[in-house]
């Protein structure tokens, strides 16, 4: 009996060291990332195969391979040779973690709300265009994130969502400025 107790044990603490050596292969490969392509030295979006690379970590490094690029159907056929500026830095060509960096000591345009720590699961901030028009930063192509951002303001959360209800449906909505008066700034005494 003690000899089984034993191998059981045995068997779920190597169960237990592949399955957290797969999840964090998965982790460490899922969401969409930016890169520079080999073939024409420009971004381009990209995402890893994380299914795949999780279940290829057991015992050796994972082996990389994109579902999909900005560049596809295009180039489909290419040898993915960008799969080597992923291994060099999964996590600094990962979209979340470069908006995470450039809303960093940022302020809202809107209201100069201090940016904190960024709630990437509720309260997502947007981005400010030239065109005034605020959009969450998930309407991006990865490919035009490094463009966008370089033109772009920061705005928090609430502000994004109040303006976007004023500007989807105006009905809803009453401005309680008065003339002259901007929100966030006292009219001259």
Not at 55 to 67: C, F
Not at 89 to 98: A, F
Not at 134 to 144: F, I, L, N
Not at 156 to 176: G, K, Q, S, T, Y
Request: proline content about 6%; overall charge positive.
């Amino acid at each position: 009996m003690a000899i089984q107790t034993v191998v059981v044990v045995i068997a779920v603490v190597l169960g237990a060291i592949a399955v957290e050596r797969l999840a964090r292969a998965w982790w460490k490969y899922r969401g969409q990332r930016v890169i520079t392509c080999p073939e024409n030295q420009r971004p381009a979006g990209v995402v890893v195969d994380a299914r795949h690379a999780a279940a290829t970590a057991l015992g050796k490094a994972p082996e990389l391979r994109l579902s999909s690029c900005s560049r596809w159907p295009e180039r489909a056929g290419c040898g993915q040779a960008c799969l080597s500026q992923i291994e060099a830095s999964p996590e600094g060509c990962l979209v979340r973690n470069i908006l995470t960096k450039w809303y960093e000591g940022k302020v809202c345009a809107w209201c100069g709300q201090p940016f904190g720590e960024i709630d990437w699961a509720a309260r997502k901030p947007a981005l400010l265009g030239a065109d005034g028009v605020s959009v969450e930063w998930s309407e991006v192509p990865a490919d035009k994130l490094h463009d966008t951002l370089a033109a772009a303001s920061p705005v928090c959360f609430a502000c994004h969502m109040a303006n976007r209800l004023v500007r989807e449906h105006p009905e809803l909505a009453i401005d309680r400025a008065r003339p002259g008066e901007y929100p966030g700034r006292r009219a001259a005494s």
